[in-house]
């Protein structure tokens, strides 16, 4: 699979995303519970929101993969989701060695050939190619489900995503719900999807471009946060306790 996934690479051939997630979890059975598929709706458009779960050995497209084949085998024989990920990633490494920025943007360019998924510059002024994304993004959810990891980084507990992100989900919920999925890892390894109700944004109309900025990120991420346990609400665990009228959980 490895081997036929790299000639692919090489030659810029298409393939599906939710086909190769399912090989994936087939070859490698790691516990796992997904939860909540009943709010997956059958028909029709949305955006999945999803935290940017990490970690060494298990990455956020690892947790995008057990989507895609969730929402595969609820909605046979639709469009499957096109997912929208960061243009790059600092830090990597092969052992001690690090990898050129270079090589990780070029490798990522080639990804999203063979899966078709669609680059979000990670910074703000980069105005012009997050326009581009935001069109891609537009069109394709003229057609199907759309995915996206609003935080753009982070491991573990949630984390406030950059600035921008929040614009960006206010423009595609002009066009469609947001279906809100939370990633984590219990004690024992296993590795949790929730599915939670799709919404829309509320009280957004007439805020200044920074209000909005920070409403709509704020409203996704408690809408993510509240499908987890208390442990991982990180940097939302007032403002989840907040929208749930001031009690909190340990579920």
């Known amino acids: 699979m490895l081997l036929a996934f790299a000639g692919d690479l090489l030659l810029g051939r298409r393939r599906s995303f939710a086909s190769t997630g399912r090989a994936l979890l087939d070859a490698n059975p790691y516990p796992r519970l997904v939860e909540g598929i009943e709010h997956i709706p059958r028909v029709g458009t949305f955006v999945v929101v999803m935290n940017h779960y990490s970690r060494r050995g298990l990455r956020p497209y690892h947790c995008a993969f057990v989507v895609s084949v ?43 050939v063979v899966y078709d998924l669609v680059i979000v510059p990670r910074r703000e002024d980069m105005v012009a190619q997050r326009a581009v994304a935001l069109r891609r993004l537009s069109r394709a959810l003229a057609v199907g489900p759309v995915g996206l990891a609003p935080e753009a980084h982070g491991q573990g507990a949630l984390v406030t995503p950059p600035e921008g992100a929040g614009l960006f989900l206010a423009a595609l919920d002009r066009q469609a719900p947001l279906l809100p ?35 709509a990120r704020t409203q996704t991420m408690v809408a993510i946060g509240r499908l987890m346990p208390r442990a991982w609400w990180g940097a939302y665990a007032e403002a989840i306790i907040a929208a749930m009228g001031g009690e909190g959980t340990d579920r």
């Open 181 to 215: 999925v939370a990633a984590w890892e219990e004690a024992d390894g296993a590795l949790n999807i929730r599915f939670g109700p799709p919404f829309q944004l509320s009280g957004i109309a007439d805020l200044s471009r920074e209000e909005l900025d920070d409403r």
């Open 70 to 112: 969730a929402v595969a085998d609820a909605r046979k024989d639709q469009t499957e989701i096109r997912w929208a990920f960061a243009s790059e990633m600092y830090g990597q490494r092969i052992g001690p060695l690090p990898i050129p920025l270079w090589l990780v943007r070029w490798v990522f360019r080639r990804v999203a």
